[in-house]
Nanobody, 124 residues
Framework: QLQLVESGGGLVQPGGSLRLSCAVS????????IAWFRQAPGKEREGVSC????????NYADSVKGRFTISRDNAKNTVYLQMNSLKPEDTAVYYC?????????????????WGQGTQVTVSS
């Protein structure tokens, strides 16, 4: 059973930065695509970013393009989400998720394994 554990959330002022980490157990760098999702109160869970198993291809939601960067370190079994120029509308619980395929999809139903989430709050 694959396990994912997020960390790095917290409270930050608008314009600030945070780096989220997703530690993945039983990690096979050639097998799992990893994505970040977020869910704000009263809203549906939405895809934020995804990285293929190889790390060669990434995707971003339009709302975070140019501000967020996803990366992976397969040697450390960890996927990162660097978030810069944060806005109040980025406030949400952020989840990482894995699927046993090399390519990304943005819908949450495409992912088999989920972390418990980490809260990100952007407020002055």
């Amino acid at each position: 059973q694959l396990q994912l554990v997020e960390s790095g959330g917290g409270l930050v002022q608008p314009g600030g930065s945070l780096r989220l980490s997703c530690a993945v157990s039983k990690f096979s760098s050639d097998y799992y695509a990893i994505a970040w999702f977020r869910q704000a109160p009263g809203k549906e869970r939405e895809g934020v970013s995804c990285i293929t198993s190889s790390g060669f291809s990434t995707n971003y939601a339009d709302s975070v393009k140019g501000r967020f960067t996803i990366s992976r370190d397969n040697a450390k079994n960890t996927v990162y989400l660097q978030m810069n120029s944060l806005k109040p509308e980025d406030t949400a619980v952020y989840y990482c998720a894995a699927r046993p395929f090399s390519l990304c999809v943005f819908g949450p139903r495409g992912y088999n394994y989920w972390g418990q989430g980490t809260q990100v709050t952007v407020s002055s």
